[in-house]
């Protein structure tokens, strides 16, 4: 069986030191050097299959496409270690109340796709996931490789965010029995405050002030300086958080079976980037492993109040940057390129109002060698999706989850997806 695998970083290639914890970010990162300092995961596929089939569990049946597996198998985890973790950690979800099912439901949407727009529509539905939204992909295989090596003492945990993603890791963390802190904004929805102390979160509330940036993510990464392990979803903050995201892609690549008519577009709604960031590195490794032909176009959509990607994209491109080398390039001159959005950010999808799109390099990258671009979208667009996504497809999705079939909408309306095309969405929150 084959265990090898590293993780680098994408900005400056330092390889990360292979041991019993999982690393998180590059050790070589230096306060204001500029660099884009974002560890990637690199694994040596050799001898490895795509499994189409198997157990139910991603987190069993993908398990040798994770870099978390492979460390803890490495570190002396037994594999039914890990497995019987597996099936324990979904029990005690469940007894926090914020249980779901994997893999999540997929099929196509026809009555959708002639509503608004052409083609034929295949819409993954995380609203049916753990905490009604994917948040908790991205976790489970960190808290999996903890629980597989059965260290003795409980680690200080730390989240930044506004609502989904604190939710996901405050039940994982009552899952598994382990203190977390959540900085959250100042202004954070009570009922998803209360919610979060429930699950035994300790708040860390974080006013705005001048300075540019999210202050949650500041607040959170002094917690980190402070000995704290990230316990989130951007991948700046812990680059192995992505691979758990890329489990729906797998689910995707799976359910639709060796040789399905391949998928020519993806649109995916954009905050911090995570969840792009898997979905590129889902179909990347689906290709690697021949289970697919070709990667679809990725397109990545935010809303107009805050779309600091897109205005990123346009520097490099305006700078006839969009080459691999341009990104690598400007990976090194983050501050230049990545720049916080200079308003407060506000819409309709409060889940995709982060200062800054953390994992940029990694969705640019993405975007230009499949040939897609990123997309603004107005929040009457936004309200409209989730109309939609009601009235056609019966499922009740919160307008940051349906983004990108706003984005896919807009996409049609332009003339840029063909009546010919397949096209995959993501539903992923469900309102609150």
């Known amino acids: 069986m084959n265990l090898g695998g590293r993780v680098v970083c994408g900005g400056c290639g330092t390889p ?8 998180t970010r590059c050790t070589a990162a230096r306060e204001a050097d500029d660099v884009d300092h974002v560890l990637v995961r690199e694994l040596d596929l050799e001898g490895t299959r795509f499994p189409f089939d198997g157990d139910g569990s991603p987190w069993v049946r993908y398990r040798e496409l994770l870099y978390a597996w492979r460390a803890a198998r490495r570190a002396g985890a037994a594999d039914e270690a890990w497995c019987d973790a597996a099936a324990e950690l979904d029990r005690r979800l469940e007894a926090t109340g914020i249980g779901g099912a994997w893999p999540t439901p997929l099929a196509p949407r026809p009555k959708l796709a002639a509503a608004l727009g052409r083609g034929e529509l295949w819409v993954k539905d995380e609203t049916t996931g753990v905490g009604g939204t994917h948040k908790a992909r991205h976790l489970v295989p960190l808290a999996l490789h903890r629980l597989a090596l ?5 680690p200080r945990l730390a989240v930044a965010s506004c609502g989904n993603a604190a939710l996901a890791a405050a039940g994982l963390a009552r899952a598994c029995g382990w203190p977390l802190e959540a900085h959250v904004p100042a202004d954070i929805a009570p009922s998803v405050a209360a919610r979060l102390e429930d699950l035994g979160a300790r708040l860390v509330r974080c ?17 980190l300086d402070e000995g704290a392990l990230p316990f989130s979803c951007q991948g700046d903050a812990h680059g192995l958080a992505i691979e758990g995201g890329a489990s729906l892609v797998w689910e995707v690549v ?23 960031s898997a979905v590129l590195t889902g179909f990347r490794d689906a290709l690697a492993l021949g289970a697919i032909g070709r990667l679809p176009r990725v397109h990545c959509v935010q809303g107009a109040g805050c779309a600091p990607l897109a205005a990123a994209w346009e ?9 691999p080398g341009g990104i690598a390039a400007a990976r090194r001159r983050r501050g230049e390129v990545m720049v916080p959005w200079p308003t407060t950010p506000a819409g309709a999808a409060g889940g995709l109002l982060d200062d800054e799109t953390y994992d940029w390099a990694a969705l640019v990258a993405g975007m230009a060698e499949t040939g897609g671009a990123p997309l603004v979208v107005s929040d009457d667009e936004l309200v409209g999706a989730c109309e939609a996504a009601a009235a056609h497809a019966g499922v009740s999705v919160d307008p940051s989850g349906a983004a990108g079939l706003a984005g896919w909408a807009r996409l049609c309306a332009e003339g840029a ?8 969405v993501l539903f992923t929150g469900a309102p609150r």
């Not at 990360?16 to 690393?23: E, F, H, I, S």
């Not at 006013?207 to 990464?221: K, M, V």
């Not at 997806?417 to 995959?424: D, K, N, Q, V």
């Open 417 to 424: 997806i063909g009546a010919a095309e397949r096209s995959l």
């Open 315 to 323: 520097r490099l491109r305006e700078s006839g940057d969009l080459d």
């Open 16 to 23: 990360a030191p292979d041991g019993a914890d999982l690393p």
């Open 207 to 223: 006013p705005r002030d001048p300075t540019p940036g999210d202050p949650c993510r500041r607040s959170f990464l002094a917690a």
């Open 150 to 154: 059965a260290p003795p003492k409980p």
């Open 254 to 276: 799976s359910e639709r079976g060796l040789g399905a008519p391949p998928l020519d577009h993806v649109v995916v709604q954009v905050g911090g980037g995570a969840l792009a």
